[in-house]
């Protein structure tokens, strides 16, 4: 009997030992956001942002400090940053990581491969490349009323919803470790003392080696995924345009043969209304056929160039290699690398506008 209650003691000792402490948030440092910046061949730059309050619990104020320092290794990033501290660091409540295009562009497998097999680092924080130093952006104050890391968050999010593609650390992990396709990220930059979305960063690996434009993300993520929301403007005659509403947009992928001569058929459905299109009578339907077919020819034109674009730099952000394994048995994704720069890709839009506005 002595001897149960011995090993029940130690069971329960060790048990102890193994719970995680609990923190105190007046005892840490949250981050918000972290940035890498490219420094050397041997060394890249990290910045922190940590949310701060000050003025006491009357008139408190909530801002943001950071903290930078130079290292080998993104794990030991955090120990050399911890000697600039007060408190120790927690990464729990990281919403963005950035990453310098100059670092982007040099690879960034160290450092993802170190932050995935972080357990504190979220799976749904999202990443993003900058242009210029991300030192520069997080130090800097914005007139937007936000501090930096809610900013940052607020502003890919809420882009996500209307125009990007669906992208977070999770996303960049399957296409980064998975085959049979490439990842991607949004790409922001500086403009007029405002971070804005640039567009959308695209990876061969961990090799950021292109983009696409803001204005064109439209048209990737309507071949990318189903979504709602989200406009684009199109070119209506000679010097009309007129910005279409997506309501509703459907993609379907269909691929035959893909482990001989593989032939991809992607048609996408789009339901929408236009919102404006200043001197163009809506209330005709024979105007409104002739939007549908212009709307319908620009969005093939802009999809088929914007895959060729892909093919010709043997990436495959649209993960048309991991979409023709699941429609093929016995997949070989060595055969499918050789042949994917001159697989045929059919594209299909089917355009539906049910509003023009409030009179029709």
């Known amino acids: 009997m002595n001897k149960i209650k011995l090993v ?203 983009h696409i434009s803001f204005n064109d993300a439209f048209i990737f993520k309507l071949m990318y995924q189903n979504f709602q929301q989200g406009s684009h403007e199109f070119k209506f005659g000679k010097n009309n345009y007129l910005n279409l509403e997506n309501l509703n947009s459907t993609v379907n992928y269909d691929i035959d043969h893909g482990n001989t001569n593989p032939v991809i058929n992607m048609k996408i459905h789009i339901t929408g209304k236009i919102n404006d299109a200043a001197g163009t009578p809506l209330y005709q339907k024979k105007t409104i056929d002739m939007i549908e077919k212009t709307i319908k020819k620009q969005t093939e034109h802009q999809a088929k160039a914007m895959v060729r674009r892909f093919q010709k730099d043997e990436i495959d952000p649209l993960g048309l290699g991991d979409r023709a394994r699941s429609q093929s048995r016995h997949f070989n994704f060595k055969d499918w690398e050789t042949k994917y720069p001159d697989v045929p890709v059919h594209i299909k839009v089917n355009i539906r506008v049910t509003q023009g506005g409030i009179v029709e």
């Not at 048990?15 to 007046?26: D, I, M, N, S």
């Not at 005892?27 to 490219?38: A, C, K, R, S």
């Not at 990290?46 to 909530?62: C, E, K, N, Y």
């Open 8 to 210: 029940f003691l130690i069971v329960l000792l060790l048990a102890a030992g193994c719970t995680p402490q609990k923190q105190v948030l007046e005892d840490i440092q949250l981050i918000g956001v972290v940035g890498y910046d490219y420094v050397d061949g041997k060394k890249f730059e990290a910045t922190v942002a940590v949310p701060i309050t000050t003025g006491g619990t009357q008139q408190a104020t909530l801002s943001s400090i950071t903290f930078s320092e130079k290292s080998h290794s993104s794990k030991n990033i955090r120990q050399v940053l911890q000697a600039e501290s007060p408190r120790p660091f927690a990464t729990g409540r990281v919403a963005v990581i950035l990453f310098n295009e100059e670092l982007a562009s040099r690879g960034i497998t160290k450092i993802i491969d170190s932050l995935q097999r972080d357990p504190s680092v979220g799976r749904n924080i999202y990443v993003a490349v900058a242009k210029g130093k991300t030192k520069d952006i997080l130090n800097k104050q914005y007139p937007v009323g936000e501090i930096v890391p809610v900013y940052l968050k607020r502003m890919i999010e809420q882009n996500m919803e209307l125009t990007l593609p669906r992208a977070n650390f999770h996303h960049f992990n399957y296409s980064y470790y998975g085959k049979g396709s490439d990842p991607f990220m949004p790409l922001i930059d500086m403009k007029h003392g405002h971070i804005r979305i640039a567009g959308v960063a695209l990876f061969d690996h961990s090799k950021y080696v292109d």
